[in-house]
């Protein structure tokens, strides 16, 4: 089918540079993917030449020696358009190729050829997902491939994606055909490789058995300083495996192998953590990819954060180290912490003290670093890993995992919180993130983990806002709570502070999760107890009982028989015990019966007392500690953390809203036409006929209306339409401006029809100081007017607000914000968070809406802009929720081509192009180069 396009496309089509993209395999390794260039036939007759006769057989269903001139311009020249091809390659080699070709409307035709030396690497799954994603950009919705029953390995990869495959056999050979719509079930397929592969990617991160810290440049200059730092800390620790130091004569110990530069280490070692200028640390790669390194750990700055120059040498180190399949944490980590073969491993400039006690005043805190569960933390900034680092040090918390990821070009917290699920020693994860490359990732991620394992996170105020120095970024329109919604909703307990995070992060370690909100109050005084009550009161918890006040001076049996007393009851799911000697330090016997009473029950227990913080042996008994807090505010904060998790947990499982009547397919044929002929970055709004077709593809119907010019026109229309009928302006703020003129309602008649759109025009002509078109429509039954709205945004991709129609909502912000996909519980809570909310529940009297009728319209925008990223806005406004069903009386839908972060298609972080919209630089400006760094 080779139409004799150029090798760049049909005319006037570009060579889609968005479909390149670095890929993680299912070993963890990584590869280019791309499509195929005429300058890729002789790297394809190289991997063509090295297959099997099977191979080739399976491929072409012929025996092929070579492959001919012919062929060899058949396969490179493609339209990109009809015909596809995407090509893995690994340096100039071709190590596979995926390709389809349109054979009719909406369907194509898919093969793959993958590398024998490749076969097992999941390299077909990574082709099918990116041929896809492509195929749907080019409105294919049909995959169909002929397969000898022999090739099994290409059956998996068509069964094993989640689509629903048909299978029939002609002739001795299989023909397959699928849909291949994106579903519930092809996404937790491609979730679930993409967390396994990038878990295992950051394995030479996290779990390295093998060292190598360098020094590179001058004595006394920062990469003398921070490299030296680091070479200490790994050998302060326990590390046994082979450890590399370059440039450290003075850092030699132990098992240390001392070297003058890194082309002399041999190798082979995992992990490399060097410092120095950023020239010299870029033209180490290669000599660190000769030693086999496979991840990158760069202490120092010198690289975005200081403008265009240094931009331009963190976006070649990012090309270099992705051409070497090098894992990059940085530039200007802090470091990293890890556990490997040869034990844990602190690669990162905060030196720990193991199993002493964090600070004189606190004896017996539990510092032991070589604990089996402990916390993960993250964070991007230096300044942020010492916070860290020294405030968990404090508290004494075990550390399983550290990572900073600096100016976070590739390793992020998306990929931290990958390794966190399959790495058992994190039991819980503590972030601090100053910007969010990808949140869209970061909640799918993030929600998956917080089933099993709990997330805390702090997060920067100006989060997607503002771009801190050496970020690039893309920024959103949306409001802060957008970042509250998709936290909440993916389970994620958001703290104001590290120290926040940090001691709810020690409570959700020490302690099981609380069963409810009922909390009980032991203390040792009656103002303190008061104050724990308020307190819990205004955090949403609900006091139990009368609290618990003894005597200031009560010593350990005292507590033990009051403690004993209290874990007969059950009217409490968690005790805060609020203790505050006059004298000024714990009764060691009140700690331990504090300690005693909590080992025995199965309730959730905190502590406030006096001189004890954190995870302390005083409050250890039978394993299981109680967490102390500075005050008694932190320590009801940390249980208000826990209680939410919990709550959250329970509904963790829910389904994903699915109302019938959805038909993606027929959507993007509606808008195809439209898009083929939009430049790219610019909006069009849908005209009012195709908004109600692609609308109707999700089950949304409009109210029948028509748009009139004259008198003699409405009437005729209110005849079709039936009466009664509404007259409204065709200006967007006067239809929805009663109060200005601009909407008329119950005109029974004609007379009534005409003297009103008599008034109007005069009206109008008033206000605009023009004449405008009109819209005569069908009366709704009357009901709350809510507006509903599906947007695409740069940053967090699509989000969907909802809140109740008029002047005083809008102004004061009395909006819900959810970003899909949604459960029924998510749309419920949207529906029911927003403060005018009992307007639709009977207030004062009046009738209930039809609820279930206006979550089901949410429910429908949520899936239409999940589906459909080609849709920049649809406003449904207003939505009139009666006492049964909804009508929706106006929408308006803008369309643009898509540039959606998170596609159903696995890829690291890339490069920023320098048009991509809503991107700011290093400066909190525009950047006009293509800074990398843009994705989780």
Known sequence: MDRGTTAHGRPGEAYPAEWEADVVLRDGATMHIRPILPGDAEALQRMHLAQSEQSVYFRFFAPMARLTDKDLHRFTHVDHHDRVALVLTHGSDIRAVGRFDAIGRGEAEVAFYVAD?????????????????????????????????????????????????????????????????????SWRVMAERERHAEALSMRTVLSAGSLLVARLGPDGAEGDVLATAAARSVLAGGFTGPLHLVGLPDAAGGQAVNHADVGEVAGPVELAVVAGPAREVVAAVPALDAAGVRALVVL??????????GMAHQRELLRRTRAAGIRLVGPASYGVVGNGPAGRYNASLWTERVGLAPDAGEPGALADASAERGVGLFCQSSSAGLALRSTAARRGLPVASFLS??????????????????????????????????????????????????????????????????????????????????????????????????????????????????????????????????????EGLAVAGRPVVLEPLSGGAAY?????????????????????????????????????A??????????????????????????????????????????????????????????????????????????????????????????????????????????????????????????????????????????????????????????????AMAHMRARTVAVLGRESAYEVQAMAAPGVACVVRG????????????????????????????????????????????RAAPRLLGHRGLPAADVAALEDVVARVSMLTDDLPEVAEVLLNPVIVGERGTAITSAVVEIAHPVRQDAGRRALPAPLLPDEPGVRGPAGERDDADAPGVGE
């Open 598 to 755: 909590a080992a025995h029950d199965t309730r959730t227990w905190v502590a406030s007392a006096h001189g004890l913080h954190g995870l302390t042996a005083a409050l250890t008994a039978d394993g299981r500690t109680v967490p102390s807090t500075t005050t008694v505010e932190d320590a009801v904060a940390a249980l208000a953390g826990a209680v939410r998790h919990a709550g959250w947990r329970a509904g963790a499982g829910d389904p994903l809203v699915s109302p019938s009547g959805i038909d993606p397919v027929r959507a993007r044929d509606v808008l195809a036409a439209t898009l083929e002929e939009l430049p790219p970055g610019r909006r069009e709004r849908l005209d009012g006929a195709t908004a109600a077709r692609l609308l109707a593809c999700y089950g949304i119907e409009l109210l029948p209306a028509a748009t009139v010019t004259d008198e003699a026109s409405a009437v005729a229309a209110a005849n079709t339409l039936g009466w009664p009928v509404a007259l409204k302006s065709g200006n967007e703020v006067l239809r929805h401006r009663a109060d200005l003129g601009g909407v008329r309602l119950d005109l029974h008649d004609s007379d009534a029809l005409r003297d």
């Open 117 to 185: 030396t490749e076969q097992g690497r999941g390299l077909g799954s990574v082709l099918l997902e990116h041929l896809a994603a492509a195929a749907r950009e080019r409105g294919i919705h049909r995959f169909v491939a002929d397969v000898l029953p022999a090739n099994a390995r290409m059956i998996r990869v068509f069964s094993d994606a989640g689509y629903d495959v048909d299978q029939s056999v002609d002739d001795g050979v299989l023909a397959v055909a699928f849909s291949i719509e994106e579903t519930e079930r």
């Open 791 to 834: 947007t695409e945004d740069d940053l967090y991709g699509p989000v969907v607000a909802f809140g109740l129609g008029g002047d005083a909502t809008e102004l004061l912000g009395d909006v819900s914000y959810r970003i899909p996909p949604l459960t029924a519980a998510d749309v419920g809570e949207m529906v029911h968070s927003v």
């Open 300 to 309: 120092s700055h010198g690289f975005g954060e200081q403008g265009p120059a």
């Open 560 to 596: 033990a028989a009051a403690l004993t007393e209290l874990a007969a009851r059950d009217d409490w799911d968690a005790v805060v015990v609020a203790h505050s000697p006059p004298l000024g330090r714990t009764d060691p016997e009140v700690a331990a019966a504090i300690a005693r």
């Open 405 to 538: 990821s600096g100016l976070r070009v590739d390793v992020s917290g998306n990929d931290t919180l990958q390794f966190w699920s399959a790495h058992d020693p994190t039991a819980v994860g503590a972030v601090y993130l100053e910007s969010i490359g990808n949140p869209r990732k970061f909640s799918r991620i993030a929600r998956r983990l917080s089933a099993t394992k709990p997330l805390v996170a702090v997060v920067s105020g100006q989060t997607g806002q503002a771009t801190p120095p050496g970020h690039a970024v893309r920024t959103s329109t949306q409001p802060q709570r957008v970042l509250t919604e998709m936290l909440r909703q993916a389970g994620v307990v958001r703290a104001r502070t590290a120290r926040e995070m940090l001691d709810i992060a020690a409570l959700l370690l020490a302690q099981p999760l609380p069963a409810g909100p009922r909390t009980a109050v032991v203390s040792s005084s009656a103002s303190l107890a008061a104050l724990v009550t308020d307190v819990a009161a205004a």
